[in-house]
């Protein structure tokens, strides 16, 4: 994959395809179908997933947790269909909001908006505070000194930030180094149960409707759904992509379905190692550590170490695909007219330089503020991670409706699947999601977090603001597409 991005750029530069950058403009031509996908694979943060949200999935649905993973994956799918089909509309980096602009106007998509900032702003603060704990524990294990969390996130924030101020070349050679480790990781350990255990590991026998209609499945689908998150981030790169309106598809696909394969795979021979009748019991009792020990059964402690190196690279990978996927939305969304006009300003090389440099400092003065009040960084994941699936579930479902107005309103477009049945479906599904979100607040917070559900409100109030602000600005302005 490394392989064939680096070669789509090379070729790209042979021919020249790559305009320089304009004022307002992100650099064009520049990100191949590869290229796009690496970001979106990086925020889904394969090894991070396999290991943080895989044993929370096992606990509650046991041996069904493929199965959860894969129809999390076709859930995906199914809103992609009238998403992509729209997208033949749309060439903007403003993601969702984009949409939600051409299917229900000015003032509905303002507040996807402020949903849409809210969503990326409480994932990145809750993963940074989750990164540093991982990061300073490894670094202890490793050398023996004892830095803390806030420093590692602090220094390793401003290369991500820098990374991403500097220009997609960097960064999208960074997460192929990442990502392909992560698959390597992943495919050893695997492979290594295949090899004590046999290709029994892949039985069918745990995949019963008991285990996986059991009252574990509203709490496994949302942790697989966390793993999905970021998938927008293929359009948010289409004013970069060579061709989009070819580029954007195959990459949400190819996306969909690398992600949805490798997490099913990998937890279907995790699931068979440990046992069908097992897993369940040993996720719930060390939900922590169970994977790490079935890597240094299966293949030695070198492995074991080389799963916990992969899992702190994979959330700094993780990171900086949302650094660079959120600082194009804030770009985007300066340029409306929804925020200050100066993060709209690119560097020489089409980067959105300000739009990244203001992202990294309002991250570091969060996770400063909540980590020197003496917060436990666990705790304040939990709080943002699950506020940030809150608002993505409220924005996936306003996206939705959004794309059944835009196509009853253009009657030239047939195919009822793409334009009607598959985003209606997607409107209940995502209600039905989101029903089981806020039921299951609770368990997403974590035990003695029950005071941040009050953080909840934060998603009404960002969308009223949002109304009331897009019919306050009738200058907002979110058509400024990238033919």
Known sequence: MLESTNSDAARMDAHQTARPAEAGHLRRNKLGVFAVAFFVVAAAAPVAAIVGAGPVIFAAVGPATPLVYAITALLIALFAVGYLR???????????????????????????????????????????????????????????????????????????????IGG???????LGVLILGETTVVAV?????????????????????????????????????????????TVVFSEEAVNPRKTIPRALYLVIAFVGLFFAISTWAIGGAVGTDAVQQAATQDPAGFIFDLAAASGGDALSMALQILVVTSYLAMLLGLTNMFSRYLFALGRAGVLHASLADVSRKGAPAKAGLYN?????????????????????????????????????????????????????????????IAPALSVVV??????????????????????????????????????????????????AEVI
């Open 430 to 479: 995502f209600v039905y999601i989101g029903y089981l979100t806020f039921d299951n607040y609770g368990s997403l917070l974590g035990a003695g977090n029950g005071a941040a559900e009050w953080l909840l409100i934060l998603i009404p109030v960002v969308v009223a603001a949002g109304i009331v602000l897009g019919r306050a600005k009738p200058q907002i302005d979110y058509s």
């Open 189 to 233: 350990l695997v492979g290594s149960l295949i090899a004590k255990h046999g290709w029994g590991v892949f039985t069918f026998a745990g995949f019963t409707s008991a285990n996986l209609f059991g009252p574990g499945l509203g709490i496994a689908l949302l942790f697989a759904f966390l793993c999905f998150t970021c998938f927008e981030a």
């Open 86 to 164: 729209m997208s033949r509309y749309i060439t903007n980096a403003g993601g969702f909001v984009a949409y939600i602009a051409k299917g229900l106007g000015r003032s509905w998509a303002t507040a996807g908006a402020g949903i849409a900032i809210l969503t990326y702003l409480s994932l990145q603060v809750g993963l940074w505070s989750q990164f540093g704990v991982f990061a300073a524990q490894l670094l202890k294990t490793l050398t023996g000194l004892d830095i803390p969390p806030l420093a590692l996130i602090l220094v390793l924030l401003a290369a991500a930030t820098a990374l991403t």
């Open 360 to 420: 990294g400092i309002v991250i570091a003065a969060v996770v400063s503020a909540f980590l020197l009040a003496g917060s436990d960084p666990l705790a304040v994941f939990a709080w943002f991670s699950a506020l940030g699936t809150g608002a993505f579930i409220t924005i996936l479902i306003l996206t939705s409706v959004a794309v059944i107005a835009f196509f009853v309103r253009l009657p030239e477009e047939t195919g009822m699947w793409a334009t009607r």
């Open 168 to 174: 997609i070349d960097a960064s999208v050679r960074v």
